[in-house]
């Protein structure tokens, strides 16, 4: 499996989250420069709205500044408990959005199809910044072949269920789940494989 | 519903899309203790967690920080201790080896036995039954994971401190949980506390948590790392400042190795 910079940053990130439990505020802005930006990008794939981005962004850094004292080592790395925060965050504002929308036109109509035309979704590396472990996961990303590829993010990115892909695609439910599978065993194997060489003497 | 069933499930759910009763499926699945869907959303989740790594960041406005530093500052909040810390005041059982799990269940119905016919409150009694059926689940739980094949056991000695003190780890390969239990450790001093730390082979000491220990000077930590943890061959107890600390700096209050297992 890979990791984040070593166990060395992880440690570095646990004592962050700990600082933060205990009212640090300072570590809480540490924490926020370090992950708002990654925060902000799924947010904006889930809702492809600003302004509603920056509102789930807001609360996700609300919610671990609220309940940090309750993260513990089995949520795993930081950045999984800040994924996880910002997909339920930014899939509920959406279904929000969604049920007021909903008053003038179709439910499912929205925020699916907007997600798919962020013009981001064509490469990943367009603007490839960031840590040695994102890298990791871009390169395993890339690994997929484009039809496992573009379900994946749907999925994991656009916050989109396999029922609702399935229909965005025209594509049978099936296929959708079968293409996610595969896609994530793949990755699975890429990112064990980095890990692996990135350890071997 | 069936493992293979819910292999879609646990995508979704790990991907934040599951539908509520599906969630529900998967959660009273898992609450029964399988441990293939376990992994099977440990390794979900673990690629769930880092995937966003790969977009390109997209700085929020100013203001978003601004904004939140403002009302982090205004608040008066009660600091709630560390997630392990809590954890620490367990009913008092002392799971080492199965048989002495056996003897306690057989104890606590022996009890049962001797109670039924002089018990007056209903309410009591019932009350003892929901406690005792509760222990005996613990009972069978911990039972569960000794039998498991994917378990190793690690000794732990007691360092110069304490050369009397002992403990034990028993490690799930499968679902990457330790269960870590230390007897006959004084109770640490005033303001200190007992710190567990998993040391991997690059010699980096990961902190597992802080404990302190009962009357009987028995303590307990359940500790799930990452695999990112990397191999973990060793694991330490040392005597730390309340509240523990990212690196130790005490002395060492037992210590073991962990056999590599082979092909691993």
């Known amino acids: ?201 | 519903m069936s493992c293979e069933q819910l292999r879609d499930v646990i995508v979704e759910v790990a991907a934040g899309t599951a539908g509520e009763p599906e969630a529900r499926a998967l959660t009273v699945h898992l609450a029964a203790g399988c441990p293939v869907c376990a992994a099977r959303l440990a390794e979900a989740e673990a690629i769930a967690g880092q995937l966003p790594l790969a977009l390109p960041p997209v700085a929020p406005s100013a203001s978003v920080r601004t904004r939140l530093m403002e009302r982090v500052a205004a608040d008066p909040r009660v600091v709630v201790p560390f997630a392990a810390e809590r954890a620490r005041p367990k009913a008092p059982r002392s799971p080492w080896i199965p048989a002495a799990v056996a003897a306690g269940i057989a104890a606590a119905l022996a009890g049962v036995a001797v109670y039924v016919p002089l018990a007056r409150d209903r309410d009591a009694l019932r009350a003892e039954m929901r406690r005792l059926d509760g222990d005996l689940r613990a009972a069978s739980d911990t039972l569960r994971v000794l039998r498991s094949p994917a378990v190793q056991v690690v000794s732990l000695g007691g360092g110069e401190p304490q050369p009397g003190a002992r403990g034990r780890i028993f490690w799930d390969r499968a679902r990457g949980e330790w269960r870590f239990y230390a007897a006959e450790l004084r109770p640490p001093g005033p303001g200190r506390t007992y710190e567990l730390w998993l040391i991997n082979d690059r010699n980096e000491k990961i902190p597992a948590g802080t404990f302190g220990v009962d009357a009987r000077g028995e303590g307990e930590l359940h500790v799930s790392l990452p695999d990112s943890a990397g191999t973990i061959v060793a694991a330490a107890v040392t005597d730390e400042p309340e509240g523990g600390v990212p690196q130790p700096t005490g002395s060492i209050q037992l210590v073991g190795a962990i056999q590599p297992v082979t092909g691993g």
């Open chain 1, 1 to 201: 499996m890979a990791g984040p910079e070593g166990p060395a940053a992880q440690m570095e990130e646990l004592a962050l989250i700990r600082a933060i439990a205990a009212g640090d505020k300072t570590a809480f802005g540490s924490l926020y420069d370090r992950y708002a930006g990654t925060v902000m990008a799924l947010c904006l794939r889930v809702l492809g709205d600003r302004a509603e981005a920056e509102e789930a962004v807001t609360d996700v850094f609300w919610q671990v500044w609220q309940q940090a004292g309750r993260f513990d080592l089995e949520r795993g790395q930081p950045i999984a408990w800040l994924s996880t925060l910002a997909r339920t965050r930014a899939i509920d504002r959406r279904r929000a959005l969604a049920r007021r929308r909903s008053l003038v036109v179709p439910e499912d109509d929205g925020a699916g199809s907007r997600t798919e035309r962020l013009p981001s979704d064509a490469d990943p590396h367009a603007d490839a910044v960031g840590s040695e472990q994102g890298e990791r996961v871009r390169r395993a990303l890339s690994s997929l072949a484009p039809e496992q590829r573009r379900v994946v993010e749907m999925n994991f990115f656009g916050g989109l269920s396999h029922k609702d892909i399935a229909a965005e695609l025209g594509e049978p439910l099936g296929t959708v789940k079968t293409r996610i599978r595969s896609g994530l065993a793949r990755m699975k194997d890429v990112l064990s494989a980095a890990f692996e060489g990135g350890v071997a003497p």
